[in-house]
DNA sequence: TAGTGCATGTAATGCGTTACATGATTTC
DNA sequence: GAAATCATGTAACGCATTACATGCACTA
């Protein structure tokens, strides 16, 4: 079986007992979807290669008269898990739109320039806010590295907002 | 014209005279590509819709008996750039497996998982060398917002070796 | 004169999202 | 009994990369 990047998100979250396709979709948009997401076009056909692979097992296990389907995770499951844990490359791809019209913003008057980088400010703001609110006095209780992968997310947006406000500061004194 | 990603990398980078499809791929992959990428499948064709919208002008300038195409940004092509210039919105798109790692790295013994976290400073670490390497001691004289989004990159990874570190401790202490 | 760099371009392929179809169950 | 939620799935589309084809010019 050939890996692709949704793989791991589904085989992980097999792992951490998210068992039917609509759950991991959900979970993936609460969670990882901040640095890897995952579509439902994705996710279903992959539940199905995962299986084949003999990855995960599962079936049939209906609610009442509607298809539902629950996987778990096997052995050999666990093991291709942990050998890609093990991998040490660093993957990192970014698409960053305000970015890119910050680099292309010596075409703007200084001023307008200088809202381009306040309103990147207030983007990351917004998101900080929603990250927190995920937060209902539960991630305490989450396994550490999850809890890590948390804090990161609030972390990153913390430290963008305030890299704004020094660069917006800076800027001016400069003008 | 229905603009698309790659839309704004090539008629900013043709405002910057960066004139021929080539030199858009080298630039691009010194500077913008850490947050916007773009490859020759895509900035070929767009140069095309570019120059059918009257946004840039341009045609051969072979060099010898060298195919070569010059293009230069028109005044609509200049209007539509501080157009877009002027939209707010944040888009914002990661793709981490370093950090798809670490959410998943409870099911690896505890000194494995921190092996993770270590992984990903190095990994920081070392793109932080190729950019620095990417300041040829030039890097004062470029526009202030070009300069802007170079120092971002510098900045933002050097905040995540730094968190990295901190992490690494954290976890440590607790264990 | 061989190797590297300049230069344009496209076809095949793969990745991912969006949007839709379908229908049962739960909640209000 | 209407609306929201649970649940599975796929077809169409668009976005991007990869890999290749082509050929001239410059440099060692």
Redesign the pocket.
């Known amino acids: 079986m050939?890996p692709?990047?949704?793989t791991w998100v589904v085989l992980g979250l097999v792992s951490h007992d998210v068992?039917?396709?609509?759950?991991?979709?959900?979970v993936v948009d609460r969670s990882v979807?901040y640095f890897w997401?995952?579509?439902?076009?994705?996710?279903?056909?992959e539940?199905?290669r995962l299986e084949e692979a003999g990855w995960i097992a599962g079936g049939g296990?209906?609610?009442?008269?509607?298809?539902?389907?629950?996987y778990r995770i096997t052995a050999a499951g666990r093991k291709a898990l942990r050998d890609w844990l093990h991998g040490h490359e660093v993957r990192h791809?970014l698409?960053d739109e305000s970015l890119l019209r910050l680099f292309f913003a010596d075409a703007l008057p200084r001023a307008e320039a200088l809202g381009l980088v306040r309103a990147r400010r207030d983007g990351f703001a917004r998101v900080l806010t929603a990250l927190r609110a995920l937060d209902d006095g539960g991630r305490d209780r989450d396994p550490p590295f999850v809890n890590l992968a948390y804090r990161w997310g609030i972390d990153y947006c913390e430290w963008e907002v305030a890299w704004c406000e020094r660069q917006e500061r800076r800027l001016r004194r400069k003008a």
């Open positions: 050939k692709t990047a949704v068992r039917t396709g609509y759950d991991i979709k959900r979807r997401a995952a579509s439902y076009g994705q996710i279903y056909p539940l199905k296990a209906p609610h009442g008269g509607r298809e539902r389907r629950e791809e698409r």
